[in-house]
C-alpha cells in the first residue's frame, strides 16, 4: 500500500476502537482470579522457588505488577483492541527499559526484555507502560494529578515518536537510537543529570572482569562460581554434562563470525541463578567462561523461555520454539543486540535462550523518584517504545490512528489510573493470602 492508503487504514481502525474508549477499564464479572493465573504459572516452575517469587511480589504494588504480566494480558484481551499489530515487548513496565552496550561499546537506552515478546496490537504495550508509570507514582506518594501526568508522560511520548517517525524512511528508522547524550540531554531539563550520570557511569562498569571478582572464587585451586543458595546454587554433576552438550546447539544459533569467537574461550563452571520478579522459578544457569586466560572472563545467562502470557489471548501467535521467540524479538525491536544473544533446546524439551549476563546493563531506581523526574523517564520509555514498534508494525497506519490531538494519551492515562488501583487491589489478595497461610511465600530473599 502508498502511506495515503495505510494511513488510511490507521483511520479506519478508529471505527473499531475510538481512542477515547482506551480509557475504559471495568473488570468483568468474569475476569480471572489474579492469584489463580498465578498458580496456574506456577505449575510449571521450580517448586522450591516459587516462594520466593510470591515473596517478591508480595512487597509492594509494583514488583507485583512486575510479576504478573500474565494477569494483565487477560484483562487487556478482555477489551476490544485497534487491530494494528507490531511485535509487543508483552511485559514493557518502566523497569524493562534500561542502558546496555551496542556491539560498538556505545551506551544505549532501549527495551531490554522480552521474555513475554509477540505480535499483537500495539496499545497493549503502551497500557502497560502507562500503567506502571502510575502505579510506581502511588507507591513513591506522589499526588493523584501526578500520578496522572508519570501515566500521560509515556503515553503522549509513545505518540509523538511514532508520529514523527511515521515520515521517515526505512532506512532511517531501522537506525533511529536512544544514546547516552539524548538521556543527558532530557534530564539536565529536570535537574537529575548528576543522578544519571552517576548510573550511566555504574553501568559502564558492569563487565564480564567486574563479575568475576564479585561472583567467583578460587576453589580447590580452580575458578569457581561462588555458592549463595538459593538465589545461587551449584549444578549438579549430571546438569553440568547437559550444559556443557548443548553448548554446541546454542553456537549453531548465531551468526558465523559469531560462532568463530565463541570458540575461542572455554567452559569453566555454571550455577543455578534466581532472577527477576516474574521470572522467578524459571530454570535460569549462569555460565562462566574463559578466553584468552583467567582474566579474560565471559558471563553467559541461560533462561529458560516458556510460552509468552500473550499467546494464549491472540489467535495464531503460537510459536514452535520459545527461545527463539524471545530471540527474534529481541532481534527486531531492539535498535543493536547482544552479539552472543542465541537459543537452543534443552534437556526434557524445555526451550531456553542465552545471553551475555553483564554487558555495561544498568536500570533506575524508581523509589523515591520526584514526579518531574518519574514523568520524564517515563517519557523517555514511551518514546524508546515507539522506536522499537515502528521497526516492526505499520508506524504510518498507527500515526494516522493516533492522530495529532491528545485524545489517545489522555485515555490511556485514565485507564493507567484505574488500574493501578486495580492492581493495588490484586496486590492486597495477594498479601491477605500469604498472611492466611494460602499462599507460601519466602520473604527477603
Known amino acids: 500500500m502508498s502511506p495515503e492508503e495505510r494511513a488510511g487504514?490507521?483511520?479506519?481502525?478508529?471505527?473499531?476502537?475510538?481512542?477515547?474508549?482506551h480509557g475504559r477499564w471495568i473488570p468483568g464479572a468474569d475476569r480471572p482470579d489474579p492469584l489463580a493465573v498465578l498458580a496456574e504459572q506456577a505449575r510449571t516452575r521450580v517448586p522450591e522457588l516459587v516462594p520466593i517469587r510470591y515473596g517478591r511480589m508480595a512487597e509492594s504494588p509494583f514488583r507485583f505488577l512486575r510479576g504478573s504480566p500474565a494477569v494483565m494480558a487477560a484483562d487487556l484481551a478482555a477489551q476490544d483492541n485497534t487491530g494494528l499489530t507490531v511485535q509487543?515487548?508483552?511485559?514493557?513496565?518502566?523497569?524493562?527499559?534500561?542502558?546496555?552496550?551496542?556491539?560498538?561499546?556505545?551506551l544505549l537506552f532501549d527495551v531490554n526484555d522480552f521474555d513475554e515478546t509477540c505480535p499483537g496490537p500495539f496499545e497493549w504495550d503502551v497500557k502497560r507502560l502507562a500503567a506502571s508509570a502510575a502505579v510506581a507514582a502511588r507507591e513513591n506518594g506522589h499526588p493523584d494529578a501526578d500520578v496522572r501526568v508519570s501515566a500521560l508522560a509515556a503515553a503522549e511520548a509513545y505518540r509523538r515518536g511514532i508520529r514523527r517517525l511515521a515520515v521517515r524512511g526505512e532506512l532511517d528508522v531501522w537506525y533511529e537510537h536512544i544514546d547516552t547524550r539524548d538521556i543527558v540531554r532530557l534530564v539536565r531539563r529536570t535537574g537529575g543529570h548528576k543522578a544519571v550520570e552517576a548510573g550511566l557511569a555504574k553501568a559502564r562498569g558492569r563487565t564480564s572482569l567486574r563479575a568475576l571478582a564479585k561472583l567467583t572464587e578460587i576453589r580447590d585451586g580452580r575458578r569457581r562460581i561462588i555458592e549463595d543458595p538459593p538465589l545461587l546454587d551449584p549444578v549438579a554433576v549430571p546438569d553440568l554434562v547437559a550444559l556443557r552438550k548443548i553448548f554446541s546447539d546454542y553456537r549453531s544459533s548465531l551468526a558465523e563470525e559469531r560462532r568463530i569467537l565463541l570458540d575461542r574461550y572455554r567452559f569453566v563452571d555454571a550455577a543455578r541463578k534466581v532472577v527477576g520478579v516474574g521470572s522467578v522459578g524459571t530454570r535460569c544457569y549462569v555460565v562462566l567462561l574463559e578466553g584468552r586466560d583467567a582474566a579474560d572472563p565471559l558471563f553467559l545467562q541461560i533462561k529458560e523461555a516458556e510460552r509468552s502470557v500473550l499467546e494464549p489471548h491472540l489467535p495464531g501467535a503460537a510459536h514452535a520454539h520459545h527461545g527463539h521467540r524471545v530471540v527474534a524479538g529481541q532481534r527486531l525491536m531492539q535498535a543493536a543486540g547482544d552479539i552472543f544473544l542465541g537459543w537452543m533446546t534443552g534437556p526434557q524439551g524445555r526451550h531456553f535462550y542465552w545471553r551475555q549476563l553483564r554487558d555495561m546493563k544498568g536500570s533506575v531506581d524508581l523509589d523515591g523518584m520526584p514526579a518531574h523526574l518519574l514523568g520524564a523517564y517515563a517519557g523517555l520509555c514511551g518514546t524508546a517504545l515507539a522506536r522499537a514498534h515502528a521497526r516492526s508494525g505499520d508506524r504510518i497506519a498507527i500515526a494516522a490512528y493516533l492522530g495529532g490531538s491528545d485524545a489517545f494519551e489522555r485515555a490511556v492515562a485514565t485507564f493507567a489510573v484505574r488500574y493501578a488501583e486495580q492492581n493495588a487491589a490484586d496486590h492486597a489478595a495477594l498479601v491477605a493470602a500469604v498472611a492466611d497461610g494460602t499462599i507460601e511465600a519466602v520473604t527477603g530473599i
Not at 509487543?88 to 556505545?106: I, M, T
Open 9 to 21: 487504514h490507521g483511520r479506519a481502525a478508529r471505527k473499531r476502537l475510538s481512542r477515547s474508549a
Open 88 to 106: 509487543l515487548c508483552g511485559d514493557a513496565h518502566l523497569l524493562n527499559f534500561g542502558v546496555f552496550a551496542s556491539p560498538e561499546r556505545a
